[in-house]
């Protein structure tokens, strides 16, 4: 929304016909102008951006002219992604993209980015609030030059400002460029031979040649629990957006439950809804498994089953599921470890905390059973594959431990070793820093292990 003269300039929105967004979202590019004395409301335009929706700040800035406006637009169903500055002709809609993109992380309905203009100095602001939990946000300003500019532009502009310059202005720059350059090279030697010696320290270790994937592909008809709760519908489209929290728990309790036959609606009101009266929580039950039935229509492979008087998922091998694969593998590893299931654990794994976006403290019983689960079979893999001096595997391996313990002393011990071993000191003096920061910050006091002590400990430890 901004404000013009005597009237109000609304644009885009998301929403949809019922107001209710838990069965579904539509991103809106329409404009409206809005009398504020009369009240008379009028659509100037409308665009179809079928192939990206975005959702808009809350702020809108005036150009200085009247004949636009500026806002920030963004895909607020990609986590990771970035943020843009566009500029709309009031009267026609045309738009143009400004300036350069911002990245901005968007795993929280609460983040959000405004546009604020200081009407004194001109300057125009934009402001991001990145939500990571509960209790943790960032916040990040950004100045803009006003008026804003295209990257066409700023770069004409800047083209025409040097081709003004003289041979004798250039000679500071060649300077410059002369120093840029032979300091590089001083650097890129010294990589050079840092980098043969790491080579050298890790030749003829095979076990290092077995990649360990870090982050899980999207696929077509699949859920994804570890980390970020994730979902894409028969067309790989991401529809996680679809699963409001309620409708998330509610498929969550289910699915974890199906391997027990399923659970009663009893079961439910107790473990969702325990402070609702039973007749409330049963027409809450009754709505959300409606809405469940919905977004499950769009995947293949996956039903929502009602057999015995318990509700149960019923899952085929053509929709996937990293918890039911997580399972299968973690039961194979109980018998047999090999270097596939490894492989096939720590993919699944590395993607983040079990039911990270899940804060219901019922499912705090799954969570510390996968926990122990990955914190007593982790340690017997890395001391395998440290034995064999397989450490950048080690290290890949490692770090899965910090999902079920931020603190935890084994990966810290053996991701620290196994860089010394590899011969980067400077990783693993990156990875002490992260580490004191990140205990700083949980445990409320300093560590105080010295950098040199650290080593030690971290030598006797995987001895």
């Avoid at 025409?160 to 840029?180: E, G």
């Avoid at 077509?220 to 894409?232: A, E, M, Q, W």
């Avoid at 990875?431 to 409320?444: A, N, T």
Wanted: charged letters at 25%; glycine letters at 4%; aromatic letters at 12%.
């Amino acid at each position: 929304v901004a404000e013009l003269n005597d009237q109000l300039i609304v644009f885009g929105g998301v929403g949809n016909e019922t107001g209710d967004q838990s069965i579904g979202k539509k991103y809106y590019s329409d404009c409206y102008k809005l009398n504020i004395k009369t009240l008379e409301v009028k659509k100037l335009w409308e665009i179809d951006r079928a192939d990206e929706n975005l959702v808009s700040s809350r702020n809108m800035i005036i150009s200085e002219d009247s004949t636009s406006f500026y806002t920030l637009g963004y895909p607020e169903y990609i986590p990771q992604t970035h943020i843009k500055l566009y500029q709309y002709n009031i009267k026609t809609g045309a738009f143009v993209v400004l300036g350069d993109s911002i990245p901005i992380t968007s795993e929280r309905i609460r983040t959000n980015a405004n546009l604020y203009l200081n009407t004194q100095s001109k300057e125009i602001y934009c402001v991001i609030q990145e939500i990571s939990g509960v209790n943790d946000s960032k916040i990040s300003v950004y100045s803009i030059t006003n008026p804003p500019v295209s990257i066409e532009e700023l770069f004409v502009t800047s083209l025409n400002r040097n081709n003004n310059k003289s041979l004798i202005d250039w000679i500071p720059y060649l300077i410059l460029m002369i120093l840029a350059f032979g300091f590089f090279l001083l650097w890129f030697l010294r990589k050079r031979k840092r980098q043969s010696l790491e080579n050298r320290t890790i030749k003829g270790n095979t076990q290092n040649q077995i990649a360990v994937k870090q982050k899980v592909q999207p696929q077509k008809n699949s859920f994804y629990i570890f980390g970020i709760f994730t979902v894409f519908d028969r067309q790989g489209k991401d529809i996680t957006h679809l699963f409001s929290p309620q409708v998330k728990q509610l498929f969550l309790l289910i699915l974890l439950k199906s391997n027990n036959d399923g659970v009663t609606s009893e079961h439910i009101y107790n473990s969702i809804w325990p402070d609702k009266p039973i007749k409330n929580a049963k027409n809450i039950k009754g709505v959300t498994i409606n809405k469940l039935r919905k977004v499950l229509a769009d995947i293949d492979g996956i039903e929502l089953l009602y057999e015995n008087q318990k509700f149960k998922i019923q899952n085929s091998t053509s929709a996937y599921c990293d918890y039911l694969e997580y399972k299968l593998v973690y039961n194979e590893i109980s018998n047999e470890i090999n270097d596939l299931n490894i492989e096939r654990i720590v993919e699944i794994t590395s993607r983040g905390q079990f039911l990270k976006s899940v804060n219901n403290d019922y499912f705090d019983t799954f969570k510390k059973e996968v926990s122990d689960q990955i914190l007593g079979i982790v340690p017997l893999i890395l001391n395998q594959n440290f034995t064999q001096k397989a450490y950048l595997k080690t290290i890949s391996i490692a770090t899965v431990l910090y999902f079920s313990d931020e603190l935890n002393e084994c990966a810290f011990h053996y991701i620290m070793i196994s860089y010394i071993r590899l011969g980067n000191k400077t990783a693993a003096k990156k990875h002490y820093v992260d580490y004191i920061i990140r205990y700083k910050k949980i445990q409320g006091e300093d560590y105080n292990v010295p950098y040199r002590e650290a080593i030690a400990n971290a030598e006797k430890f995987t001895s």
